[in-house]
């Protein structure tokens, strides 16, 4: 009971982090139909620049500054790079993206060295907000959890409530017509874009320090995000939401189980004999497995359902 | 005779290596009501979205004495110019509202045509209110992609093949509407195959065929020509 209970609020809080970063390459991907493969290097960016700024004035206005900044910086991308290699067709924008991500790790190489850095979590979030049982429960995590449920509120009462949201919602499928009644839909891209860029700025401001900050991580979280959008489903915002709880609790609950398979056939009543040639590999713990098994889902999901769960794009 | 509104000379487009449009010339006067006929693949959509600046083109296009040209068609629609498109292109998960609103443009200060208007012109839309757009019928979708474009208060619209695929009775509707919008003094632009409501509502008809103008005329002209007709309309 209490593995389980820390268990699903570690899994809610990661798999809200990877909706941080899913949710603005999914909505990039429906309204331009070009994968960002340098989504993950906004995420990197926001994690070094709140570490930079935090050291100058401290985690809480880093908090706001560096989204802002990977933001602007996704602005500029789009407008001054994006929008050019647009008119190429899809691979070119993809190769764009491609090497964008690479040029962004050297950048980061350059400035801060291939040794993480010591971004840490807040000395006011670093106490233990309550214990269950036997296992404390850091403050932090909930505060996580707590930004990125703001997070996702505002997103939806922008998409819906508001006139841009609107004209976003629209212009997901039907930019042509969105622009012929007057809407400027080049400059709506490049918002988009932006605010995609800063949500994965914001989701390297808190999981930068949780996890680690180091050159390495966007290509870590990466292929983990493109893996949530394919599962979810292409282009679709409440497919991708599900997909991040459902990776984020896959990864961390198989990650805190030590038994093998073969406990667990054992559980079943087939006992297996140690002389087996099958032994050796049924003695692989489940923990042991954890990084490999959302990768398996997807690769599952392509063969059962290629669209993804919610997905509307067959491509 | 009032002035000319839109101008198209020369107008050449390319899809691929296929020359669709071969140098197009044609014009629209203040609150006329002007229809583009002809058999599909002649060029008539082509040429609507070469003036809203959705196709690369070359040649000439005029809209009030200013020039068209290099403008991207968001800039062409706050020119004054309408467009509705052959396939409807409502928005399918937003409301009937949702999508009239977004007619409007984001700085739009006034218009000849206000949301109750619309609703006058087709109680449907008002019982259909907050219902996604997406569940309504071809005619209803057609009817709101011609108000949501009437929202922003256009000078011209452009409306590609708008009796496609319904039923008489509400091509008559949308006849009586055309000729209510011209009263207001907006000029009209009809891309139609059929001759029906075309040769009874406009003062003034374009036939094309194999990507240029080969004819134009009054109703009672195109009536009289039999072999234009043979030719370039009839199946």
Redo the contacts between chains.
Sequence with gaps: MEFFLITLLNSLSYGLLLFMLSSGLTLIFSMMGVLNFAHASFYMLGAYFAYQTGMVFGFWPALFLAPILVGVIGAITERYGLRKVHKFGHVAELLFTFGLAYVIEEVVHLIWGRAPVDYRIPESLNFTLFTLFNTQYPAYRAFMMLVSVGMLVSLYLVLTKTRIGLIVQASLTHPEMVQALGHNVPRVFMLVFAGGCALAGLAGVLGGNLFITEPGMAFSVGSIVFVVVVVGGMGSLVGAFIASLLIGSIQTFSVGFDLSFIDLMAGLGVIIDSNSSWYAGLSITISQTAPVLPYLLMVLMLIVRPRGLMGTRET | MTEIMLRVSDLNAYYGKSHVLQGVDLHIRSGEIVSLLGRNGVGRSTTVKAI?G?VEHTGEINFQNQSLSGL???EI??KGLG?V?ENR?I????TVR?NL???L??DQKESRWSEEDMYDLFPRLKERLHAPAGVLSGGEQQMLTLC??LM?NPELVMIDEPTEGLAPKIVEQMATLFEEISKRGVSILLVEQKLTIALRISQRLYVMGHGQIVFEGSPSELQADESIRKEWLEV
């Design positions: 809203m959705q991207q068609s968001h629609a706050r467009y498109p292109d928005f399918p998960t937003l949702q609103l977004l007619g443009k984001s949501r474009t922003g």
